[in-house]
């Protein structure tokens, strides 16, 4: 099985930063990853396919980028309602790992 | 209109079996690969399963922790998915959701499933 690692596991931040997350894949998975923000009691949402596709409707200070085993989500100026938190799939192979979450909150 | 919802979900005996379903709607049902996906309380997200689109033979893939236990199913005429849970144990206790793609391109609001005696 394919092991999905993110770090950090969680991040404090304030508004108007800009933060980075990364998601390490055990083995190759070209761009089969996914991103996707999940807000307390609601379901996930989907913000990026392919690594580096923005979901519709998803704004563009969402990015995304990488290949192979390492990859990012980027975050540029931090507004209240980007405080989530934040997981990586990859779908690759079967089964199709999450990473463990990176809890982002308020500085 | 929300395009999926799921239903079936509640409270169960260790043992027990339950069914769920996803309805969907607005949206090219027959054509999409369906996942499940599950989220213990305070937990992270696991992969239940996918089932793949008819013409692509319906194959399903399950996670190691459901195999032999969950099935997963399609009726394209209905626009429904279903999983189908037997031999529950206190650790399938999750909110389970529905979603588009083998990575949940759309996803349902979920429905829980409680394990307990």
């Known amino acids: 099985d394919i092991q999905m690692t993110q770090s950090p596991s969680s991040l404090s931040a304030s508004v108007g930063d800009r933060v980075t997350i990364t998601c390490r894949a055990s083995?190759?998975?070209?761009?089969?990853l996914s991103w996707f923000q999940q807000k307390p009691g609601k379901a996930p949402k989907s913000l990026i396919l392919a690594a580096s596709t923005l979901h519709s409707g998803v704004p563009s200070k969402f990015s995304g980028s990488g290949s192979g085993t390492d990859f990012t989500l980027t975050i540029s100026s931090l507004q209240p309602e980007d405080f989530a938190t934040y997981y990586c799939?990859?779908?690759?192979?079967?089964?199709?790992?999450f990473g463990q979450g990176t809890k982002l909150e308020i500085k | 209109e929300v395009p999926l919802v799921e239903s079936g979900g509640g409270l169960v005996k260790p043992g027990g079996s339950l069914r769920l379903s996803c309805a969907a709607s607005?949206?090219?049902?027959?054509?999409?690969?369906m996942s499940w996906v599950r989220q213990a309380p305070g937990k992270g997200l696991e992969w239940v399963g996918r089932i793949k689109r008819k013409s692509d033979g319906e194959t399903t893939d399950y996670a190691a922790p459901v195999k032999g236990r969950f099935s997963i199913s399609r009726d394209d005429s209905k626009k429904t998915l279903y999983l189908q849970m037997n031999s529950l144990k206190t650790e399938d206790t999750a909110m389970y959701y529905c979603?588009?793609?083998?990575?949940?391109?759309?996803w349902g609001q979920g429905t829980m499933v409680t394990v307990s005696s």
């Open positions: 979603g588009t793609g083998s990575a949940c391109d759309i």
């Open positions: 607005g949206l090219s049902f027959s054509d999409s690969y």
């Open positions: 083995q190759g998975i070209r761009t089969s």
């Open positions: 799939q990859q779908y690759y192979s079967p089964p199709f790992t």
